[in-house]
């Protein structure tokens, strides 16, 4: 089509001469005109009136100028009809007709904020305030308010998990205070107007016997009022079980000399569940309050009136605050019911015991946030086949993250185990060939001494080269390496397995010893005799080197009956001063004395 044409035709459209004469006044123009219903319509109905063609003059003075039309941009059939009167009716959300008059129309109104465009005729209901959506890091509790992949503040990757914050009509239940505090009240305090009258000795909260005595070095001494404390742990292992006989010592109050109340809340079980347990176990302490219930402030004014002693709550993924997004574990909820705990704990000085499960990769469930709230974090530890529980330090503000309590499982619960080293050692028979290739390593794990045996075995002819079990293994290669160079063994033709007995790890150096003299065992077909034990670290010369707390070890060798202890021979001079007499200190310099000294057998050496 040429140009001119289509002026011309864009002319002759918008003429009114050629529209009015087809409008009637009783008819809408979207009945005449459905085409057009989408896009136009008349401003002023007693345009289309056949009784007026009056000519209308412009501002300009000209004649028959064209009719105003305003262009909309609306749905179909969502056009307001306009009334006989002159204006527009618009139907509001209750079912009335609103008719606005032309005098009213040619106003100038209020600019208001909306995202509909210029001109759009719909009909807009009030709603609520949208949820305001949030990613939330898992791992560091950093907030984003887009999904970027990762963490920008960690880096982690697949860490960013989404929930929304609402609006609760009552305003956000964690944000009340269940005890209130006069403002007067709370001032800066002096450090000697805080420390006034408090007794350091005294302080804590004592936990007595064998178990209560294992637990309370973990935590650093005792129980801190006022603290909050996590105890995590896999499934099964034993950790409502810790809590309950902790919840019966401190209720025994031995230290107090008499009975203490002590409230035991679980979401998990009822309280006849929590009853036959404890039966089974013989607990009887007739201030041991039980309780189920999983709502935060139910169960905070259901404790206040009785002034507990200690407070524990099992577990924080079963407890929901009604004020707070999401249902009872999630992100929100966690964190939310933990901090409201935490207040709880600090303004009472009543300490919170939490139980907190653990998730596949190891971590305790829920925003690692969690674990930064709290005092004190406790991890729980043990084999899937064996009765034996570690209980080890992770985080700890009033005590040292290095300590660690050994417990056994029997039928009446946690038995403290007053010798560690019984549960890595087997018994060794000196005389046996088949047991070539044991050798004792003494290991530090905090404060704790332990022994524990290094097996190891040399096959020749295996399609597989080399097997490490409990032992980082590129710390294996460097020790089998430094055997065949150093000390001379043919072990290239040969398969090396290496293992750590009740599969416990061993992250130090100070068991490079004893893994050389287990794999010169079993290469040699020599067994080592009874009552030996290797200390020192072996460096790529086949040296022999001091790791630290040689005293500490050599001691607890001497008190579990060893006759010699085989440690790097710089360290003898500083460990003769000890006063040692129990045991015998060989010192070696380097690989081949310790071959020379422990196997004594010409043709057994290469």
């Known amino acids: 089509m040429q140009f001119t044409e289509m002026k011309s035709a864009i002319r002759s459209f918008h003429s009114s001469k050629q529209l009015l004469p087809l409008l009637k006044p009783t008819h809408s ?72 008059s032309m005098s009213e129309l040619e106003k100038p109104r209020e600019k208001k904020k909306t995202n ?98 294992e637990v309370a070095r973990v935590l650093g001494g005792g129980l801190v009022p006022g603290s909050l404390v996590l105890i995590g ?71 206040q009136p009785l002034s507990p002693r200690a407070l524990i709550i099992d577990s924080i993924q079963t407890v929901y605050l009604k004020g707070v997004t999401g249902s009872a574990g999630g992100l929100m909820q966690v964190k939310e019911c933990t901090s409201a705990l935490l207040r709880f704990a600090k303004k009472t000085n009543i300490p919170v015991l939490l139980v907190g499960h653990v998730t596949k990769t190891g971590d305790i469930a829920g925003p690692r946030v969690l ?43 946690l038995q403290a185990v007053s010798n560690p080293s019984k549960m890595f050692l087997s018994d060794q028979h000196s005389d046996s060939e088949f047991l070539a290739g044991l050798a004792v390593a003494v290991i530090v794990d905090g404060s704790r001494t332990f022994l524990i045996e290094i097996q190891a075995l040399c096959v020749s002819g295996s399609t597989v080269s080399r097997h490490v079990n409990g032992i980082q293994a590129s710390r294996a290669d460097m020790i089998i390496s430094v055997l065949m160079k150093q000390a001379g063994l043919k072990l290239q033709e040969n398969a090396v397995f290496l293992n750590v007995v009740s599969g416990l790890a061993l992250t130090e150096t100070a068991g490079d010893l004893a893994v050389a003299a287990a794999v010169c065992s079993s290469f040699l077909e020599f067994p080592i005799p009874n009552g030996i034990a290797f200390i020192g670290e072996i460096g790529l010369g086949g040296e022999l ?62």
Not at 64 to 79: C, D, H, I, K, L
Not at 238 to 254: C, P
Not at 578 to 601: A, D, P, R, W
């Open 29 to 100: 123009i979207s009945r005449q005109f459905p085409q057009f219903s989408r896009q136009f319509h008349l401003t002023s109905p007693r345009l289309c009136s056949a009784g007026e063609s009056k000519p209308n003059t412009n501002p300009t003075g000209s004649q028959n100028s064209p009719s105003r039309w305003s262009v909309y941009n609306v749905v179909a059939n969502q056009v307001p009809a306009s009334s006989d009167e002159g204006g527009l009716e618009e139907e509001t959300t209750d079912g009335s007709v609103k008719t606005q």
């Open 116 to 213: 509909l465009g210029v001109g759009d005729i719909v009909r807009i209901k009030k709603k609520g305030k949208a949820n305001r959506i949030s990613w939330v890091c898992a791992d560091c509790g950093h907030t984003d308010g887009q999904w970027w992949g990762r963490c920008r503040f960690c880096d982690s990757v697949g860490t960013m998990k989404r929930f929304s914050e609402g609006e609760s009509g009552e305003g956000n239940v964690v944000e009340r205070t269940w005890l209130p505090q006069k403002t007067e009240d709370v001032r800066p305090l002096r450090l000697r107007e805080v420390n006034k009258g408090i007794n350091q000795l005294e302080w804590r909260i004592p936990l007595s016997g064998l178990f209560g005595n």
């Open 233 to 303: 742990g896999d499934p099964g292992v034993g950790k409502s079980t810790l809590l309950l006989q902790m919840a019966a010592i401190i209720a025994e109050g031995s230290d107090l000399g008499k009975s203490s109340p002590v409230v035991y809340v679980s979401g998990e079980e009822s309280v006849e569940q929590i009853g036959n347990r404890a039966d089974r176990m013989r607990i009887g302490t007739e201030e041991l309050f039980l309780y189920s219930s999983t709502d935060v402030e139910d169960i905070i004014e259901k404790v």
């Open 371 to 413: 674990e930064h709230i709290v005092d004190a974090v406790l991890y729980m530890e043990g084999e899937k086949y064996s009765s034996y529980r570690l209980l080890r330090p992770v985080k700890n503000r009033f005590g040292s993250t290095d300590e660690l309590g050994v417990f056994e499982m029997s039928q009446l619960g």
């Open 545 to 606: 080197r001091v790791v630290s707390g040689m005293d500490k070890r050599v001691s607890t060798l001497a008190k579990l009956g060893y006759e010699k202890c085989i440690v790097p021979k710089s360290a003898v001079k500083s460990l003769a001063a000890q006063g040692f007499k129990q045991i015998e200190i060989i010192g070696c310099k380097n690989l081949k004395e310790v071959i020379n000294t422990v196997f004594t057998t010409p043709q057994n050496l290469v």
